[in-house]
């Protein structure tokens, strides 16, 4: 994994930012964000956290304890959140997989259906162009309600 000083100079140049940028939005000068990037000096919590927030990732992905940008979602219920996450963690190689193209069904499922409104109520009509997702041959979906029923 990369380390910090790594890390912020990759999420600088990704969003094309320069060094005199960074600094102005954490209310210092280029040449701290110079000696950051060069490992000469490392920045206090505060400013770690104002960093994070910037690039829009977590603390442990800035300061290179982990690959994941984003572990969760400030925006998210947290219970739902952590409820996922214990599912998640009991899945399989295969399991996971699957979870993932069904996610992908799911998105693409919803745009479609959202594009769907959106030409109900407008008086444009052109077909809805979306990517159909990769087939999932465990996924099996009823049909009608019976076949939910148990016997």
Do not use: C, H
């Amino acid at each position: 994994m990369a380390e910090f000083k790594e890390r912020l100079k990759q999420l600088r140049k990704e969003k094309k930012m320069t060094q005199v940028r960074l600094g102005e939005l954490l209310n210092y000068g280029y040449t701290a964000i110079a000696n950051y990037e060069s490992g000469r000096n490392q920045p206090a919590i505060t400013d770690l956290k104002k960093i994070a927030a910037i690039f829009d990732v977590s603390l442990d992905y800035l300061l290179g304890v982990s690959d994941t940008r984003q572990p969760y979602n400030i925006n998210q219920d947290p219970e739902k959140w952590n409820q996922f996450l214990r599912y998640y963690s009991l899945l399989n190689s295969k399991s996971l997989n699957e979870l993932l193209l069904f996610m992908q069904w799911l998105t693409f499922k919803e745009e479609k259906e959202e594009q769907d409104n959106i030409n109900e109520t407008t008086s444009y009509n052109e077909p809805y162009a979306y990517r159909k997702p990769t087939a999932i041959p465990s996924l099996r979906v009823a049909q009608n309600s019976k076949e939910y029923k148990k016997d």
